[in-house]
Structure formats: C-alpha cells, structure tokens
C-alpha cells in the first residue's frame, strides 16, 4: 500500500523528492498517493511540500492518432506504392476527417502528388507524429518545436501538475497508529494510552457552551451594593412591604396633599386594600399641625390637611416610604445615630418605554445623626460613587418637597463626555424630622438612586426591557460578566 | 420640574450680556434650574405636526427650554427668571415691592356674595396702572398665567386667574354664585351670547377647556364676577368674557383670582402682579384692591409684606459645614433675593434677621434660608467631610465572585493544604524540582517539605481519596501558591491560582475547555484569533504534567495565564488514580 511504501521509504532515505515518480516508479496511482500524504501530513507523521510542474498530456484527437497513426499516414498507406488512386476513390478509403488533414499533411510533407489521381513521390514515411505523441502519453519531454508542432495542431495542452516533496515529520513513525479522539478509562486498563495517537484538537473555536446556572445582571450589581453599603457601615431597612399608606408615602415626609407626585396619574392607588386601617394618631396629629400651619420653625403650607388622602392606600412611590417609619421609630427610643439602606422594588403609574418602566428600583441611602451637615453629605456622596467608580461629581441646587437643601448629583461620564445626573440627595426638612420627634440637632442626610440606569450605563444597555421584566433576553443575563463594582 | 420657553435674545438682552450655551449652562447649574433644550418656534411647531423637513436655524429665534424648580413659581417666565439671576450675578439691586398710596375711599372693591362659599370660597384682586405691554411681555403674560394654572393652580382647581383691561370695567364688582341658566355673556373669542350652562354644552368639544369643566359642572351655582354695570368679566374657572379682554393696548388691568385654597391664591398673586409690575410706569407698584365679604370682613391684596425670619448663624453654619460670618451670609441671601440683616442674638452669637419677599414663597423655615446660603456660596465649593467606612480587598472579593460563577458551572470546592512534599510538585507531575520553590527547613514529616508551587498536587490527591465517589467528579480550588520572589522584602510572595478537575469514564477535556471559555466570559475577556492581544485565545502546549497532544495553554492579552489538558497517565498513576482532567487559570 502506498501509506506503507512511504513511510517505510522514509525509514531508510532522507526524502521523496517526487510524488509523482514516486508513484510511477511504484505503478501506484498518484491520485491515491496524494490522499496518502495529506493525511499523514494532518497528524505530522511527515511534513510535505508542494511542487507543481507544467506537463503535456494529449487531446482526444491526440490520443487517437497515438493509438492509430496520424492521418498523413493513414492517407500515405492508402495511397497504392505503384500507380495511383483516383481521389474520389482515396476518400471512399477513409475517414472524412482523416482525409482532409491527411491530404493537407501528405501534401506538404511531399509524400505524395495531388490532383486527380494521387500517387506516393516517395516509397517508405516514418509516423514522427504517432511517436511524437507515444512519447509525450508516457511522460518524456520534448524539444520546444516538437511542442510547437503538436500544440499547433491541437493534439496536445497544457496541464499543472502537483504532487508533493516528502520528509519526516515531527510524529514520524514506520506505522501510523488509529488516531483516537480521547483517552477513556479503558486505555488506562489496558495500557495502550502509550500507543495512541489523538486526533489533533481545533483550538481556533471556542469550546462547547458551559451548562451552568446563572444571576441576573441587576440583582448581580445589587449584591454589590449591598456589599458597598456594609463597608460604609449602613444597615439594611426591611423593605418587604410594598402597599404603603400617602400618609407615610406622602405626608410624613411633609410632601403636600396637593402635590403632583399624589396624582392618580403618577401613583398607583389600590382599590383593595384601599385605606389603611391604622395611624398613630398622635403623631398624624402633629404632621397635619405641620403641613396646615407649620411650627418648629415653619410657616406651614396653608391649606386644609384632610386625613380621607392620607388613608389612602398605595403602591409606594419610593422606599422613602419605609425611611420614614424607620426614623420614627429610631424617635421612639433614646437618640442613637443610625446609617440605614435599601435597595428594592417602588412603583409608578407612568408610560413604559426605553428608559421608564412601572415598576423599578430604587437604592436609598441615609445618615442620622447629631450635627450632620451638607459637607458630610458631600462627603458621603463623594465615597458612595466613587466606589461605583463615579469619582467625578458636582452638585446642582434642585426641590424636593421633603429635603431642604436638595443636591442633585452629577457625575462625569468619560465615554459620553459630559455630566450626567446619577441621583437625588438632600436633608430631610425639619418639619418632617420634629414632628417625629426627633431631637432638634439631629439632621438627617438621604440620597437615592435608580438601580437599573447605572446598571444599564456599566452593561451598555440601552432599553431598560432588554434588562428588567418578561421581555427579557435570556442570553444576555447568560453572556453577563460579573459585577465588579466596588473592587476597584 | 415646569419648563419654561423663553427667547435666548431677549433673555441675554434681560440679563445684560450675551452667553455661550456652555457658560449659560454653568450659570444655570450653580443656580439650580436647568437648560433643558435648545430649539426654535419653528422647530417646536415643526415637531407638533411631525413635518420633518429642516427649516433655515439662523433665521429662527433661539429658544432656551428652561427646567425650573416646581416651588419656584415666580421663575415661570422669562421676566422671573432674568430677575433672579440679575441678583444672583449683582447686577441689581433686590425689587422692593410696594403699594399704590391708594386711599380707602378710592380704593376698587371685590364684593363677595356668601353664596360663593358652597362652591370657590376665595377671590383676591389688585390692579396694574400704567403698563406698557410689547409683544413680548404680553405674551410672556399670557404664558404666565398659563404655567401658573398648570402647576400651583392644579390645573385652575384651586385657584383660577382672570387678567382684565379695567378701562373696560367700571367698579365695585361682585363675585357671586349663581344658577348656570341665569349667568348670560359673550366670551372670549367668541362673538355671540351664552348661558353658563349653554356654554359647559358648548365647551365640552372644545380641547383645551374641556379639561376644566369637571370642577364646577355638578354644582348648581356657578361662580362669577361682575362689574357694576352687570358685566361679567369671568366665568371661573372656565373662561373670562369677551368684553373686559385685555390687549396688547391695554394700560390698566385688573386681576382676580377665585380659589378653593386662599393661600395659593394669594401666591399667585403676588407672583403675577410682582413680576409685571416691573413694566408698570412706578415700577414694582400695586394698586390695591379691597375685597369686602357679605359678614363685614374685609381685606386689601396683595399682600405685599415681607416675611420675616430670624434665622441663626449658627445654625447656617452647622448645618451646610462651613465658617461663614455675618456679613457674608447676608450678602449670600441678598443675591438669592432674600433682604437679610444681621442682629446681635446674645452671648456674641449672631442671628440673620431674613425679609422674606412675596415672591419667595417657597421659604418656609429657616432650613429654606440656609439652602439659599449653600446655593449662593456653591454647592461645590462646600468642604466635604469624609465619613468612617472601609474598603473591600480587590484580590479576594475578586476571588469570591469567580468562586461562585464555578461552583455555578457545577464545580464543587475543595480546600487544600498549602504545604506538600516536594516530589508531589516534582517527580510525582513529571517535572525537575521548580527553582522558585519555597522550602521549609524543619519539616516533621514529608508531607511539608515544600510550600506548593502549583495547586495540583492538593487537587489530584482529593480526588486519590474520594476513589468512591461517584463519577463524574467535577472540583475546583481558589487559593494561594507561593514562589520565589525577588521583589520582596522576605524573598517569596504568594500568588492567587485556580484550578479544576474532572474525573471521569472519559477524558471530560471539553468540560474543561467550556470553563476556561466561561471564566473568560465572566470577566468579560473576548475571544480573540491567536496572536491578538486585546483577549485571550488558547494554543497547543508542551506541559509534562499534560498527556502530549492532549493539552493546551491559555493567553490573557498577551500574556501565558495557564494550561488545560489531560493529565499524564504517568502523573494519575503517581497519585494513585485513574482519569482526570485539570485547568489552571491566574
């Protein structure tokens, strides 16, 4: 075979320099030769370099004429050694297409005389022609004009031939062993793991998908502020309650009944549940003296509190919600300062679209404590977002209705190149801190933030549906990368 | 937040000087409102009709949507907003507000019926003399009583506010309450005579007051104000009459606004009749109105007065942070266009003693003054203060997010010694001894002759003694090697690694290159073609420890970050097991 011939060829001489004579001299197909060594090749047993070489080979008119005799002898021998033939006769004699070029040929080699009657002008001719092409179907070479002769007259072309040089290659061995495609506990009991030989791996392509489980990306960023939070030393809020009365949504945060936020078209109000059941009356008491006509200091809204909207039942707005019942409850025992946060669901009755949905997150951050200042709240600002890796930030005076002074925090983007608002922030109003009862020298510093637009801002996601809700893209939450906000 | 339009050229011209959008913008920022956008009239309508063919930019008025905050209602138009920010920048003086020297006898009444009481309780009055209205101003007049009905009016429920030319009025005038069928005028652009409740019909397609006939349409009385001579000037709060309309001409106007809430009512006032009064020939004077109700009460709008507040420095300073004295602190609230003086409070402390004008309703506590300092000094110029809080430690936080993204894959973790003999990092893989190993001096046994060098020998061995453990075995480490290091002060440093087997009938090799893939993808590492340096790409590898052929190693942006592959049956056999598969990644 010729995989044996080779490689035992290989043994004892340096190269095969010709695939080609190799094959010839071997009687084997050079085709099947070919294959051979492209596959030994494939897993180095040999390493083979191309060689193309320019051949003649015969055109079906060629080979004829190999096998037959070119024409102008077919026509010579017809052609009687004494006396003549007429033409008409002669033409009876042969093939149609044998006569005419036999006649041109004849003619001009001068072997024989043309005209009505055709006799030989000499008595023996050689077929040079015939040989001519014996030779080229064999493989030898011929002179430029010989070439020229027989190209002219189509009897043979051109044609590339290729074959190959062959050497060792790195895998050289006499006999090819069966290439296994992976080593199984039976190798290993058997022993022959020493005598395989592996199918070459394709490490131009990824490997198959990994079968794993997966987080998705928004709660991936939450874990990671809830870690950055822990480090700054603030403790999370329970959040679990999402109906909310206005009066701890709205009112104990000093937010007026009139307000745009207490718009049904703002707020999902519940017709079931859809009043609370209970309110501390006391401290409802002071919170409507608050918003009517003020005190501790303020001069109050002005207008008619009526406890019917402040019974009123919601989705919550914000988990402001919950800050303020946890700031009542912090005024119920003796003053402690506290850090709180949360990061959970809030609600809005507004359109959906690429940046809004009715329901998201919201992280909200706050510090209460004797004597904090507005620089403390920078101060603050500047840690929380620097870890979220927003270290450039200013402040623009905004309203809120229940922090006064309310900052609204910017943050410098590099890849939009400009500012760009990342949250709200403020101390929270006296006259929501005092009717708590929260002692007068206790400020209280809050800012809050949507979890899904940083997310979106650090993931490139522009549609907050591609991110959050039914519509989501499975693959993305699978390709995600991990969340390394706060490991700078 | 309200937007404002305003005309940027007449806005630059207000405020004395020309800026660029940028320094605007800055200006904008430091005050507290906003450049929203940039547009043109044109445009704007443009975009109303969805016509999408561009106009000619240079030929159209500039305007300046402006972002304004939702307490600050005398910022609703563009003579607010210049104002404010002429005081803001020093280049005027606070307006002092007055009013007319009106005697009580010649003063216009208001006289309010007590049947209004069932339906809008409140109106209150006054009277511009002597204005002077371009194009501009009236417009900016009109939008005003727009922006004012959309936001603090909630839509004209609480407050409703009907502009007259007094010219065309003769006092006293009544406000009453009274059946639809019997209230009977023409009004505004319309040229025939209604009943209220022909009208309510008649409204009820029109697309812009539609929207207002829900607050009064089931009460049986209609409010509505006339004048002496039985004209009616509005229909609150649907539509003024025709006859009163004031125009571009128009040198005295009245206005009235009926409320359900007096308070804003009066806001609303004062913010209408302050900001005008600027085109007024006595700037910033009012003409005051008497409004007289049916029991003998009886009260003169507007209200003019300021509201005064003492506040405390210290209180200023303690709660924005800073050391600012008295003089600075009045001079900061002077240019928020709130008049302050110091006053001696005792104990050589200070208080500011605040005037807050009728324009600034929003300050409604000492809290609001001491925003107005912070604003005026600069939210960004405050020192912050740092607060106690630490940071976490990249390298293991790191850690612990790839230890969970593998144990996710289906790896289960293991936790092995650090110390180990030295053949188990040498012969036992199929190498020489690695020169950068640390070696311990006094080892008791020969199980911690050497800190490990690599995590493999830890791994192979777990898997030595779970030989009855089901297969497939899939298990991972995270953990510290440690190898010589010139570098640092002792001569040796630890380094984070990875590694994770599968043990298996068959090689489990794709698992394992799965994983180097999912760990790649979850640091967000792409795959790359082999020789880029911008991912990671993986080549065949020459490792002892690997079965030839059988391995492959791992670039991470240019750089060798480990080896994949079939462990040496030579090297299970030294570790005493059958198959496994093992993966290294830095």
Redesign the interface.
């Known amino acids: 075979m010729a995989e044996e011939a080779i490689l035992g060829y290989l043994e004892k001489n340096e190269q095969i320099s010709d695939s080609g004579n190799f094959a010839a001299e071997r009687g084997f197909d050079h085709n099947d030769v070919v294959n051979v060594i492209k596959s030994l090749h494939g897993f180095r047993y040999i390493d083979a370099q191309d060689i193309k070489r320019e051949t003649w080979v015969l055109t079906g008119e060629g080979k004829k004429y190999a096998a037959e005799g070119s024409p102008e002898v077919q026509l010579f021998l017809a052609v009687p050694a004494e006396g003549s033939i007429s033409k008409d006769e002669l033409q009876k004699k042969l093939d149609p297409a044998v006569f005419k070029i036999g006649c041109s040929q004849a003619g001009k080699n001068k072997w024989v005389e043309m005209g009505k009657q055709v006799s030989r002008k000499v008595q023996n001719v050689e077929d040079k022609v015939k040989d001519l092409l014996l030779q080229v179907q064999n493989g030898h070479a011929l002179s430029k004009e010989e070439i020229s002769s027989l190209k002219a007259r189509k009897l043979i072309v051109p044609q590339t031939w290729k074959g190959y040089s062959v050497r060792k290659g790195p895998n050289y061995a006499p006999k090819r062993k069966k290439a296994a495609t992976d080593l199984t506990r039976e190798n290993l009991q058997k022993g022959d793991w020493k005598e395989l030989e592996f199918k070459e791996y394709n490490f131009n392509a990824k490997g198959q998908p990994a079968e794993g489980g997966h987080l998705h990306p928004l709660l991936k960023v939450r874990k990671q502020l809830k870690d950055i939070f822990l480090q700054m030393g603030f403790e999370e809020m329970p959040t679990n309650n999402f109906v909310e009365s206005s009066f701890w949504n709205f009112d104990a945060l000093f937010q007026p009944q009139q307000h745009p936020a207490r718009d049904s078209h703002d707020t999902f109000f519940l017709e079931e549940p859809s009043t609370t059941r209970e309110l501390p009356e006391d401290y409802v008491e002071r919170v409507k003296r608050v918003h009517e006509s003020g005190g501790y200091g303020s001069r109050g809204y002005g207008y008619e509190w009526k406890r019917e909207e402040a019974n009123k039942n919601l989705l919550r707005t914000h988990t402001t919600a919950v800050s303020s019942r946890m700031l009542k409850a912090l005024a119920e025992k003796p003053f402690a300062p506290k850090k709180y946060f949360s990061i959970d669901r809030v609600f809005r009755n507004e359109a959906v679209d690429r940046t809004h949905l009715a329901e998201f997150h919201q992280i909200e951050g706050l510090v209460c404590d004797r004597g904090l200042t507005l620089g403390d709240l920078i101060g603050v600002l500047h840690d929380f977002f620097s870890r979220l890796g927003m270290s450039k930030l200013r402040f623009k005076p905004a309203y809120n209705p229940y922090t006064e002074p309310s900052m609204e925090i910017f943050s410098y983007h590099e890849g939009f190149g400009k500012w760009v608002e990342v949250g709200n922030s403020g101390m929270f109003r006296p006259e929501m801190l005092l009717p708590m009862g929260l002692p007068e020298d206790v400020h209280v510093i809050a800012w809050g933030l949507s979890l899904e637009r940083p997310t979106m801002i650090l993931y490139g996601i522009d549609n907050i549906r591609d991110l959050f809700g039914h519509k989501v893209d499975l693959g993305l939450i699978k390709r995600n990368p991990i969340c390394r906000l706060g490991i700078s | 937040?309200p937007t404002v339009s305003v005309g940027r050229d007449r806005l630059f011209a207000a405020l004395g000087k020309s800026y660029t959008k940028e320094e605007f913008e800055d200006l904008c920022?430091?005050?507290?409102i906003?450049l929203d956008d940039v547009t043109t009239e044109k445009a704007i309508i443009r975009k109303e009709k969805h016509l999408d063919e561009e106009g000619d930019e240079n030929d159209e008025e500039v305007i300046y949507k402006i972002e304004v905050?939702?307490?600050?209602y005398d910022l609703l138009c563009l003579e607010g907003i210049a104002q404010a920010l002429r005081v803001f920048n020093k280049q005027q003086e606070i307006p002092k507000y007055t009013l007319s020297d009106v005697s009580k006898d010649s003063m216009l009444q208001m006289h309010v019926k007590p049947e209004t009481s069932s339906i809008r309780p409140y109106v209150v009055c006054a009277v511009l003399r002597d204005i002077s209205f371009d194009e501009a101003s009236y417009n900016s007049f009109i939008d005003l009583q727009d922006k004012l009905h959309q936001?603090i009016c909630?839509r004209r429920t609480?407050v409703a506010i009907g502009t007259h030319d007094l010219d065309t009025l003769q006092g006293p005038f009544t406000y009453e309450a009274l059946p639809p069928s019997h209230i009977n005028f023409v009004p505004l652009k319309q040229t025939r005579d209604f009943t209220a409740d022909e009208l309510m019909e008649f409204y009820k397609s029109d697309l812009k007051l539609k929207k207002y006939l829900h607050i009064i349409e089931n009460s049986p009385l209609y409010p509505v104000l006339y004048d002496q001579n039985r004209t009616v000037l509005s229909l609150p709060p649907i539509i003024n009459g025709a006859h009163s309309a004031i125009t571009l001409k128009t040198k005295n106007v009245f206005i009235e606004c009926t409320a359900t809430?007096?308070?804003?009512a009066k806001i609303v006032l004062n913010t209408m009749v302050t900001i005008f009064s600027e085109y007024c020939k006595r700037k910033y004077q009012v003409e005051p109105v008497e409004v007289v109700y049916a029991d003998g009460r009886s009260y003169v709008y507007p209200d003019l007065s300021a509201?005064n507040m003492e506040v405390s420095l210290s209180y200023i300073n303690?709660?924005?942070?800073?050391s600012l004295e008295a003089e600075e602190v009045t001079s900061l609230l002077n240019r928020m266009q709130l008049h302050a003086e110091r006053s001696a409070s005792g104990n050589n402390q200070w208080n500011i003693n605040v005037l807050v004008p009728p324009t600034r309703s929003?300050v409604?506590?000492?809290?609001?003054v001491?925003?107005d300092v912070?604003?005026a000094y600069g939210?960004?110029n405050?020192?912050?203060?740092?607060?106690?809080?630490?940071?976490?430690l990249?390298l293991n936080?790191?850690s612990d997010?790839?230890r969970l993204?593998i144990a996710?894959?289906?790896f289960t973790e293991v936790l092995t010694w650090i110390l180990c003999s030295s053949k188990e990092i040498s012969t036992m893989l199929n190498r020489q001894t690695d020169e950068s190993t640390a070696v311990v001096g006094n080892p008791r046994t020969s199980d911690f002759e050497v800190v490990r060098t690599t995590l493999m020998p830890g791994i192979l061995k777990t898997i030595g003694h779970n030989k009855d453990h089901p297969k497939p075995i899939k298990i991972y480490e995270v953990g510290d090697v440690v190898l010589l290091d010139e570098k640092k002060d002792v001569g040796a440093s630890c380094r984070r690694r990875l590694a994770a087997l599968y043990c298996g009938?068959?090689?489990g090799?794709?698992l394992i290159?799965?994983?180097?893939?999912?760990i790649m993808?979850?640091?967000?590492t792409p795959?790359v073609?082999?020789g880029d340096d911008t991912g990671y790409?993986?080549?065949?590898s020459d490792e002892p420890e690997f079965?030839p052929?059988?391995q492959?190693s791992i670039t991470h942006k240019g750089k060798h970050v480990g080896t994949f592959g079939?462990v040496h049956?030579e090297v299970?056999s030294s570790f005493e097991q059958?198959?496994k598969n093992i993966s290294y990644v830095d």
Request: some cysteine.
């Open positions: 937040m920022f430091c005050f507290g906003e905050p939702a307490n600050r936001n909630r609480l809430d007096l308070t804003k509201y303690h709660t924005i942070g800073v929003d409604l506590h000492p809290c609001d001491m925003e912070a604003i939210y960004n405050i020192p912050k203060r740092k607060p106690a809080s630490v940071k976490p990249a936080e790191f997010l790839m993204e996710m894959n289906g009938a068959n090689s090799f794709e290159h799965c994983l180097v893939d999912r993808e979850v640091i967000g795959f073609p082999v790409y993986i080549q065949r079965l052929g059988r492959a079939i049956p299970m059958s198959l």
